[in-house]
């Protein structure tokens, strides 16, 4: 039984399930499930990606999720109960996976692999967010890592960018448009960072001081690799300044053994520091990292003689540098360790050792040694940044590392407060520096070696245990010991030292120094001989100057006791204290050495301790009650370090002395604290504000001091006016909101003191306080400059004393108070830019205030706000700035709206913004200026959003006039159509645009009903109305709303959230159309093409509601004219722009039809709507086709033949000369592409034949330039005689050079003229010169529907390539349409073809039917001139199909053989603006055997006639084997039985009875035959005249067997009995032959037919055979083809029912002159049969010496030239070529006797006939005989064998063995 569930609501596919049971439901791994139902381990539900689809699945194949269920029952909706950026990151993961493999598809490896690593991190991170085990700081950071990576993917994808707050996705009905708008700046800004939205408008205006960011320098010693000194080390690592010369930082101190290692074995690995706190400042300076070197060991290192082994001296060996500045780029770009290694060079003179790193980095060699080798110091070095609190937390492992700190000397530029209050360090640190001394020899021959030992001690003599550290990194010991400088009395040693000494010894202590002279003699000893000291604290409490001190020496040696330290601390320490105490007794035990001295330097950094004297007198001021107004007047003087570091005790002090003489010491002690308070505005002292509020909240007592606070304050404002110099006021001002704090403190001490007491009095002086800052805010500051900063300082501080006065007033008294003030101040007009800026920033402030999030506030305060702003937009001033306080208004309204009612606010707001935030709207948009149109845009949107019904309806009733609300309509209409234009947001912000769409489409709803309220009866305003309209077209038509474009989830997401706004805005738009009544003319033709473009938006629904408004149109025009030419006009022109663009598809086009016809058929008009609503479907059918033809990989003959058909389209159907011109060009351009000049020659032709030789002007035009009439004629003239040249085809360019020549003649422009005529006479010249092949043609059916329009069940014959084959063709159409299917068949296919959804193709060859037939039966034409015109000016092309039609006689089939001959009339000739043309008209007619027989003798006698004219008339010089082929194969053929089968089957008295209406054919057929005896008789009469003397031998057997042909037609036809005497053997004079005969004339013979296209073996053109009564049963060795089409292997020629009107009698082309030059150049040889003997084999090709004697297989030559063709045994051949070299010349001339190439098969398409005995049927043997000619061997007995070879070598061609007693 299936349950709701009631937990069990959302999951997770673990497991992939096929859904292989009754209504399962198929889901893939990875899918999200919404569960519905469940029962016994089942559930019901659905998909997230598919929620239409119900269905089952198992309960194990889901991974459960908590989830939020909202709506239970059958609508609910589930959202899983997980971190919103978990889902993000699922969701995007799975929009990824899609887009990352179309990568890999699209070669975009890099992207693709970096994706993926994106990718895997992705889902790594996801993993952890989702484990629960980390810690908040980590989940932060594990979000800004996810986030970061999110909005990488979608940037380089090309995704919509993600708005974000705190990482998380913002709902954007949840903030306001500006917010929105900022957080997609911020996200577009930050794609590498965490994109945390912070109120930038704050920073904008400067209220923050931004902290400086501290850098940190990591360095780490790995190994000294250098250390060959054989001793300990120890090491320095310090910052050295170079400009400055000192160093900047502690030093870091490592400690090495003899072997390089660290002396502390715990130290591996840990020998590093971190120097901190360095500034960008002293990122700039000229930094090195300076390692000093000193040896621990003896005196000299080579010396051992030198002091004893036990004794150990610090002595000085080398020094190291690295300069920052070449490094820090480096170290810039990674985020990890960067090694370095550092040479270390020893000093040339220990005297220069404290200089030696000047000298190395200032490069003085001569002054230092360089190492032998590269070796030196390891070090790494990494650059940090962050306070220490960010670095501890994002490198812990550097602090794990045991890393030691490494700080500056000195503050760092950004000084903290102290622990007690923040929680940062007390500091207390001194840095002494050993400097120099100067000792006397003492006797000694040699100078000293000099140490000195330091100790500090408390005032009781204690030595302070660990208060002396040489460096960080090492721990700090009790004594130090200096290094010792060999033999020098006045060393420079330069060492600083650390002293870390409590504060609370500090005071009484002393540093107390001991020299003494280290021997090098054997004891070694280390003998004392002076002293030095010096006290850490003066008398007056300061603590020793940050300067040089030169102290005194004083003698000793070691039996000296330093027990009673009094001894010599009664003593002066150095001069300055010497003058303090100038009687001191000599008798002391100590004396000084007045010769000797020694110097060190200090410097403190203590965060307790002070040098200064005038701070110590203001803190202990009671014991100076004189000096006191000198000690406040002095504390201007005391450092800024000083002060935050005794903040509480100065100010302490000073309300003291505030209280204790009010009158006396108030004005000193106001500027003390202003002074003080600004001082905290330094952004190095900016953190010790913490400190001051600390002090006000908890330790100020001072409850009286707000008096004379106030009347101070008071005094400075009303003094402003008089004061020429007023630093003072200003300063003042500037500490406005601590004096605030102050006074506030105060008087709440006060009253909570005496229980509220005049309060009255504190009101009225605030009051009074308040109106002295309005004073000075209203003063006219034009003329003074320094009133201008005294206003300025004052604005600047005024917002920020708000929340101090609502601690003491009601929120409606202090926004009154603050209303009160910014009104005083002046408008724009009257003050300076600066100013503007200011007063500007200060209301920013204010509306940033906590005062301004009260509402009750807000009312009061908005007016004057706005009031400003409205002032500056006006003008167009501080845009900006203007708009980030709208941003802030916006924000807080949009905030309070979801709390509470912010109506009165935002009708304030329309009031006062809405025209001019439009009006500055359009002029930013007009300069382009996309940042401020952006912020502007963002305020406009904010406020119409906030907008209800009450507020438009406020809006709309409050206009004056109509002319007002029309000026605001066109205003916003404008500005909503330049916000879609100009794309003002960018293309991913797509959360953005889609809201603003949304905020447009409901002002336009609103604002619809005003203009049809004012604007359509009388008042109609044409203006506003085709403003609305085109907003409307443009709002559609928005990419971000083509929802078509976008994923399923992103499409669904946006419906569900707003619907489809096109759906929204058609309704809207159809609505306001109704309503135009009689006024819809207006907008006719206007409109049409911008509401054609909506109707073609692929939405369904809007193009119900759209294409009906173009029948309104149809409507409207023809009441008005008559007609509805306007609109059919116009729809026709936008129409193919619009669907060239990519617009529409076949839905489109049956809907338009379908909905208009629908409309129409109610109307009057109906004929010419319904004839118009056809043509523009049929238009879109075409422009569809050309649209899907242009765009993809099409081939160029279906983009040529779309093109033709839209073309014709809009010539012959729709009559639009403009775009029959467009098209015309195109088509041009793509026959160019494709090679094809003829053609397109033929279609630029058709714009020039609609132009005339006038002088019209034209204007520009495509690429056409502004010229007369005449000129462009003149151009295209021109071209097309070019194109026409390229293709060959001189002829069609004669006339138009003629045409040119004409007008270049009447205008007497000589030259031209002269080029032309040049020009048409290379034309000629080409004629005769230039070889041209006859192309083949082919009929091609395209049926179906899946074909497109222009070719879908239609004919069309086409004019192949040079070269292209019947086989070549119909593999070029099935890879043109890879989807057709070839029809084996040349039956007209039924209907179930024509209907299906699939594509057939039906091909075979068409043989043309020349028109101009006299040229071709003119005798003296050469047949290079024939051949043109045989093939070109083609319209009629025609096909035949043998068929038997009764009962067949075996013995002779031409009795019942009939010819079914199509013939196909096209649209147009070929060849002409196509390679193809449609048929336009079929004929089909049924031939005869008898008028077949009729037009085959008569074709065989036209051809002799032809060729024997043309050797009378030497048009065919030298060879005359091609008279003699032809005679022979129609001699002999009629010999053996040719023409005596035409007698027996219809010279027969049956035949003749039974078809007495045949008499006239079978008189004409005898008449031809009679003919043809004379035809022969000239024929051997003219070879006679010829014929060469070594082939007389042929001559006498032609001779021969035309008599035996004679004698044989004797009987049949009597008027043979008279023979000419060349045909008896007589030797009768050759001109008694012509006498008799004459030349022969074509003239009246009847050109029909050259060769059907159904008969393989009709392909001969010119054989040698008439038709003979019976065939060989071998069919010969020879076969002569001449279409690669038919099938390569000799038995294909069975395969194919012959036609006896192929045979070659049927031909009517003489040969052609240029076979006298050269072989044919299609011509291919196929050879069946064992093989060719040694004279067949001659006879072809073969060189005389690859000839072999007997019957040979032919075998050819290696060398044999590919231009020849190969002939071998089974068939197969290799192309020929147009030319043979000399070599083979003999061949050549042989070759002549071969067939020209025009005469071949028309299809391979029909069955195979049917076979007798294996044998193809009689008729089909006949044919081949009469081909190829049925010729027996010479063996007449007079031939000699000589003669035999002679002859046989030509003869071979054509004759075959007969069959026994044939």
């Known amino acids: 039984m299936w349950s709701p569930t009631e937990e069990e609501k959302y999951g997770v596919v673990i497991c992939s399930f096929r859904g292989a049971v009754p209504q399962g439901l198929v889901l893939e791994l ?602 406040l007047g002095r504390l201007r003087h005391v450092s800024g370090e000083e002060i935050v570091k005794f903040l509480q005790d100065i100010l302490d002090t000073l309300f003291v002395v505030l209280d204790d003489n009010t009158e006396k010491y108030g004005l000193l002690v106001f500027q003390s604290l202003v002074f003080i308070i600004n001082l905290l505005r330094d952004s190095k002292y900016f953190h010790f504000r913490p400190v001051m509020d600390t002090y006000i909240q908890k330790h100020f007592a001072g409850a009286l001091a707000y008096k004379e606070l106030i009347r101070c304050l008071k005094w400075y404002m009303d003094r402003s006016a008089e004061l020429v110099r007023q630093d003072h006021i200003q300063e003042a001002m500037r500490a406005l909101e601590y004096l605030f704090k102050f006074i506030v403190q105060s008087r709440i001490l006060y009253s909570r003191a005496t229980c509220g007491m005049e309060e009255e009095q504190f009101r009225s002086s605030i009051q009074e306080l308040f109106q002295s800052i309005r004073f000075v805010l209203s003063l006219d500051s034009r003329s003074s400059e320094t009133l201008i900063f005294t206003q300025a300082a004052l604005l600047n501080s005024f917002p920020a004393i708000f929340d101090e006065l609502l601690q003491m007033f009601t929120v409606q008294e202090v926004a009154e108070f603050v209303r009160g003030t910014l009104g005083s101040m002046p408008s724009t007009v009257h003050i300076g830019q600066s100013m503007d800026v200011v007063k500007l920033q200060s209301i920013a402030r204010t509306v940033d205030s906590r005062l301004f999030s009260f509402s009750e506030s807000r009312r009061i305060l908005l007016p004057v706000v706005l009031h400003h702003i409205h002032l500056h937009l006006r003008q167009q001033k501080e845009l900006l700035i203007c708009s980030g306080i709208l941003s802030s208004i916006f924000s807080i309204i949009k905030t309070s709206s979801l709390e509470g009612d912010v109506v009165e606010e935002v009708e304030m707001m329309v009031e006062s913004l809405l025209d001019v935030l439009l009006q500055t709207l359009l002029t930013i948009m007009s300069k382009s200026q996309s940042q401020e149109a952006g912020e502007y845009v963002s305020c406009l949107l904010s406020l119409l959003r906030q907008m209800s019904d009450t507020h438009f309806q406020h809006l709309l009733d409050n206009f004056q006039s109509k002319d007002e609300l029309k000026e605001f309509l066109l205003k916003i209409f404008c500005v909503f159509r330049n916000l879609m234009k100009m794309s003002v947001f960018p293309r991913d912000w797509m959360v953005m645009r889609l809201l603003t769409s949304n905020i447009i489409v409901t002002t336009v709803q609103y604002l619809s009903s005003a203009l049809h309220k004012n604007f359509t009866e009388t008042d109609f305003d044409f203006k506003v109305w085709n403003s609305y309209f085109s907003l409307a077209v443009l709002f559609i038509n928005q990419p971000s709303l083509q929802l078509e474009n976008a994923t399923p989830a992103k499409r669904k997401k946006i419906i569900d959230k707003y619907g489809d706004m096109r759906v929204m805005m058609a309704y809207e738009l159809f609505s306001m159309w109704q309503n135009l009544g009689e006024h819809k003319i207006h907008f006719i033709p206007g409109m049409i093409g911008p509401f054609l473009g909506v109707t073609l938006v692929p939405q369904p629904e809007v193009r119900n509601i759209m294409i009906p408004i173009f029948h309104d149109m149809m409507d409207w025009e023809q009441r008005k004219n008559g007609n509805f030419k306007q609109v059919e006009a116009e729809l026709i022109d936008k129409l193919d722009s619009l669907v060239s663009e990519g617009k529409g598809d076949e839905n489109y086009r049956e809907l338009f039809s379908l909905l208009l016809l629908e409309k129409i058929e109610q109307e009057t008009w109906r004929e010419t709507g319904i004839s118009f609503v056809t043509s523009v479907t049929r238009l879109m059918e075409r422009l569809l086709d050309y649209r899907d033809c242009m765009k993809g990989d099409e081939t160029e003959n279906k983009k040529i033949g779309c093109t033709v058909n839209l073309m014709n389209f809009y010539k012959s159907e729709i009559n639009k000369e403009e775009m029959y011109i467009r098209y015309i060009h195109k088509l041009c351009d793509m026959h160019l592409q494709a090679e094809n000049y003829t053609e397109a020659a033929f279609t630029l032709l058709l714009y020039c034949e609609l132009l005339q030789w006038e002088d019209r002007p034209l204007r520009e035009f495509l690429h056409y330039p502004s010229q007369s009439e005449w000129q462009r004629k003149e151009g295209l003239c021109r071209k097309i005689i070019h194109y026409f040249n390229k293709g060959k085809s001189w002829e069609f360019g004669i006339p138009l050079c003629r045409e040119l020549a004409m007008q270049y003649e009447s205008l007497y422009d000589y030259q031209s003229l002269s080029w032309i005529r040049k020009m048409e006479a290379t034309y000629y010249d080409n004629i005769m010169e230039q070889q041209r092949l006859e192309p083949e043609f082919f009929r091609v059916g395209f049926y179906g529907r899946k074909f497109p329009f222009f070719l879908r069940n239609k004919e069309y014959v086409c004019r192949g390539h040079d070269y292209e084959r019947l086989e070549a063709f119909q593999q070029r159409m099935l890879s043109e349409f890879p989807q057709a299917i070839a029809m084996q068949h040349p039956n007209h296919p039924d209907d179930s073809i024509l209907q299906c959804d699939a594509q057939y193709l039906q091909i075979y060859a068409v043989t043309p039917i020349p028109d101009s037939i006299d040229v071709l039966q003119m005798d003296r034409v050469p047949d290079r001139i024939k051949s043109f015109y045989r093939v070109n000016n083609i319209r009629k092309f025609r096909y035949d199909r043998p068929f038997h039609k009764g009962p067949k006689d075996k013995d002779n089939e031409f009795k019942s053989l009939w010819i079914e001959r199509t013939t196909l009339t096209l649209t147009h000739s070929l060849p002409g603006i196509s390679r193809w043309f449609e048929v336009e008209r079929r004929e089909l007619v049924e031939v005869s055997p008898l008028e077949n027989a009729i037009q085959v003798v008569e074709n065989k006698n036209q051809e002799l006639r032809t060729l024997i004219s043309q050797y009378q008339h030497k048009q065919m010089h030298g060879n005359i084997n091609l008279l003699s082929m032809c005679l022979n194969g129609v001699i002999d053929a009629a010999v053996n039985g040719g023409i005596a089968r035409y007698q027996e089957a219809f010279f027969d008295k049956d035949y003749i009875t039974k078809h007495p209406g045949d008499a006239e054919k079978i008189t004409q057929l005898k008449e031809l035959m009679q003919e043809q005896v004379h035809v022969l008789g000239v024929g051997l009469a003219v070879h006679e005249k010829f014929v060469h003397p070594e082939m007389r031998p042929l001559h006498k057997k032609l001779i021969d067997q035309f008599q035996m042909m004679r004698s044989s037609l004797y009987h049949e036809l009597p008027g043979l009995d008279k023979l000419s005497p060349a045909c008896s053997g007589s030797s009768t004079p050759r001109s008694n032959i012509l006498v008799s005969h004459g030349p022969m004339s074509p003239e009246s013979i009847k050109l029909l037919h050259r060769h059907s296209p159904l008969n393989l073996l009709g392909s001969v053109r010119h054989s040698s055979s008439s038709l003979s009564s019976h065939t060989s049963s071998e069919t010969g060795n020879l076969v002569i083809l001449t279409d690669s089409s038919v099938g390569e292997a000799a038995e294909e020629m069975y395969h194919m029912q012959a036609s006896p009107s192929t045979s070659s009698l049927s031909s009517t082309h003489s040969a052609p002159s240029q076979m006298i030059n050269s072989a044919p150049s299609s011509a291919r040889v196929l050879v069946k049969g064992g093989g060719l003997t040694t004279l067949e084999a001659e006879a072809l090709y073969l060189p005389t010496e690859q000839i072999q004697h007997g019957r040979q297989p032919c075998k050819l030559p290696h060398t044999a030239p590919t231009n020849v063709p190969h002939l071998c045994p089974g068939g197969t051949t290799s192309r020929g070529s147009p030319s043979l070299p000399d070599k083979y010349r003999h061949t050549r001339e042989l070759m002549m006797l071969l067939p020209t190439h025009r005469d071949r098969p028309s299809s391979a398409m029909y069955p195979a006939a049917i076979m007798e005995n294996g044998q193809p049927p009689n008729f089909q043997r006949a044919l081949m005989q009469q081909m190829i000619g049925p010729c027996k061997p010479c063996s007449d007995p007079n031939l000699s064998v000589a003669d035999k070879v002679k002859s046989v070598s030509i003869l071979q061609l054509c004759q075959q063995r007969p069959v026994a007693g044939a």
């Open 30 to 631: 990875g899918e999200t499930v919404q569960i519905l139902e469940k029962c016994e381990g089942w559930y019901r539900g659905v998909s997230i990606k598919k929620p239409n689809v119900k269905g089952i699945f198992p309960a194990n194949y889901i991974h459960l999720k908590k989830a939020v269920v909202s709506n239970r029952g059958q609508y609910e909706t589930v959202v899983p109960l997980e971190d919103s950026v978990v889902t993000e990151v699922t969701a995007t993961l799975q929009e990824w996976a899609v887009l990352w493999k179309q990568l890999y598809v699209k070669h975009k490896v890099d992207l693709f692999y970096k994706l993926r690593h994106v990718m895997n991190e992705l889902i790594d991170l996801r993993r952890q967010l989702l484990s629960g085990h980390l810690t908040q700081d980590q989940v932060r950071e594990v979000k800004r890592h996810l986030t970061v990576r999110l909005d990488w993917g979608n940037e380089h994808l090309g995704l919509d960018l993600v708005p974000r707050k705190d990482f998380e996705v913002v709902d954007s009905d949840q903030i306001s448009v500006s917010d929105l708008y900022k957080m997609h700046l911020s996200s577009r800004h930050s794609v590498q960072q965490s994109t945390s939205q912070v109120d930038t408008i704050r920073q904008r205006h400067g209220d923050a001081c931004r902290m400086p960011v501290p850098h940190h320098f990591f360095l780490s010693l790995k190994s000294f690799t250098y250390n060959t000194i054989g001793e300990d080390t120890d090491v320095f690592f310090s910052l050295y300044d170079v400009r400055e010369g000192k160093q900047i930082s502690e030093r870091f101190m490592v400690r090495l053994n003899k072997n390089g290692g660290p002396r502390n074995p715990e130290k591996i690995d840990r020998m590093c520091a971190l120097f901190t706190d360095l500034s960008s400042k002293d990122m700039k300076r000229d930094l090195y990292i300076v390692a000093h070197v000193i040896r621990i060991g003896r005196m000299l290192l080579n010396d051992s003689k030198k002091g004893p082994p036990h004794l150990h001296y610090r002595r000085p060996y080398g020094c190291a540098v690295l300069s920052i500045m070449d490094v820090l780029q480096s170290i810039s770009e990674i985020k990890e360790e960067k090694d370095f290694v550092l040479k270390v060079y020893t000093c040339n003179n220990e005297n220069e050792w404290c200089q030696i790193h000047e000298n190395i980095i200032r490069k003085s060699s001569t002054k230092y040694t360089a190492p032998s080798s590269n070796y030196g110091l390891i070090i790494s070095l990494q650059l940090l940044r962050g306070d220490m609190e960010q670095v501890r937390r994002e490198n812990p492992m550097i602090f794990n590392r045991g890393v030691s700190v490494t700080r500056k000397l000195g503050f760092p530029d950004v000084i903290m407060p102290e622990m007690k209050i923040v929680g940062c360090d007390i500091r207390n640190d001194l840095y002494l520096t050993l400097e120099k001394g100067d000792f006397e020899r003492g006797g000694k021959s040699v100078q000293k070696n000099i140490e000195v030992t330091m100790y500090v001690l408390y005032a009781d003599g204690e030595i302070l245990k660990d208060c002396i550290s040489l460096g960080s990194g090492e721990p700090s010991r009790s004594a130090y010991h200096s290094f010792v400088l060999y033999h020098n009395n006045s060393p420079r040693w330069g060492e600083i030292i650390k002293l870390p000494i409590p504060i609370d010894r500090f005071r009484g202590s002393h540093l107390r120094f001991e020299f003494r002279h280290c021997s090098t003699k054997d004891k070694g000893e280390k003998k004392l001989f002076g002293f030095a000291f010096t006290p850490l604290m003066r008398d007056d409490g300061t603590t020793l100057s940050d300067d040089i001190h030169e102290l005194y020496v004083y003698k000793c040696d070691e039996n000296s006791t330093f027990n009673n330290h009094a001894l010599y601390l009664g003593l002066p320490c150095c001069k300055e204290d010497y003058n303090g105490c100038p009687n001191i007794p000599s008798s002391l035990i100590f004396q000084r050495s007045t010769k000797e001295s020694f110097s060190v330097s200090t410097q403190l950094s203590s965060t307790k301790l002070t040098q200064n004297v005038d701070l110590l007198a203001l803190l202990k001021w009671k014991a100076y009650p004189d000096r006191v107004m000198d000690i």
